[in-house]
């Protein structure tokens, strides 16, 4: 079966500074991993993806993942936070692209920006 | 090109109805799922739709049921409603089963009184 962990379910950054949002995962087989972003009220907007073809994966809004094998992580970075980013966000893995066995979801991390 | 729509937006249902949700994916999409978000368990896999057959389905009692139309819409049902079925339904579109990309909806917020 595979499973997300991830770290902290708020996490507050002022503006400016560097964003970490820390993921772990298990899976039985090589893993497709995700980031979601979720704003009020509004369904997940995919920010990246892994698929195997990279270690760093850059993604929308400055936003960019490493998947460390050796961890099993994913943690999620953006240099210099901005105001706009305040949301949810969402790790994900899947066996099978992300699609055929559905998405597993980790529990989500509230992003905070201190102006 | 169109995104996800879900129909309708917000819901509001007595304990013991049944509702029905509806999803029309991007054009050109072909597999559907649904998913479910409460504030306790998170976000949860529902089950998938591709070609009008349920390829998967989630750990949700028998209550929850789907179907997939030849234009590729799909909806849900939740039958007899529990309080507890209280949630954000999510529905996603991607072009095939594994395809690596899914695309969601804004979903429908169901309140169960």
């Known amino acids: 079966a595979q499973s997300v962990t991830q770290l902290g379910s708020h996490v507050s950054v002022s503006e400016g500074a560097l964003v970490l949002l820390r993921c772990n995962y298990s899976?039985?087989?090589?893993?497709?991993l995700f980031w979601y972003v979720q704003y009020p009220n509004q369904g997940l907007q995919l920010l990246l993806k892994?698929?195997?073809?990279?270690?760093l994966v850059k993604g929308i809004n400055g936003f960019e993942a490493e998947f460390k094998k050796s961890e099993t992580s994913f943690h999620l970075t953006k240099p210099s936070a901005h105001m706009s980013d305040a949301a949810e966000y969402f790790c994900?893995?899947?066996?099978?692209?992300?699609?055929?066995?559905?998405?597993?979801f980790g529990k989500g991390t509230h992003l905070i920006i201190q102006p | 090109k169109a995104g996800v729509t879900q129909t309708p937006r917000y819901l509001i249902k007595t304990r013991g109805q049944q509702v029905t949700l509806s999803c029309s994916p991007i054009?050109?999409?072909?597999?559907v799922s649904w998913y479910q978000q409460t504030p306790g368990q998170g976000l949860q896999f529902l089950f998938e739709?591709?070609?009008?057959?349920?390829?998967n389905k989630g750990n949700f009692p028998g209550r929850f049921s789907g179907r997939q139309f030849s234009n590729s819409r799909s909806e849900m049902n939740v039958s007899t409603l529990e309080l507890g079925d209280s949630a954000l339904y999510l529905c996603?579109?991607?072009?095939?089963?594994?395809?690596?990309?899914?695309?969601f909806g804004p979903g429908t917020r169901l309140t169960v009184t």
């Open positions: 996603a579109s991607s072009l095939r089963p594994g395809a690596n990309e899914q695309y």
């Open positions: 899976s039985s087989v090589p893993p497709y």
């Open positions: 892994y698929t195997s073809a990279a270690t």
């Open positions: 994900a893995v899947s066996n099978s692209g992300g699609g055929a066995d559905g998405l597993t």
């Open positions: 054009s050109g999409h072909r597999s």
């Open positions: 739709y591709f070609s009008e057959t349920q390829r």
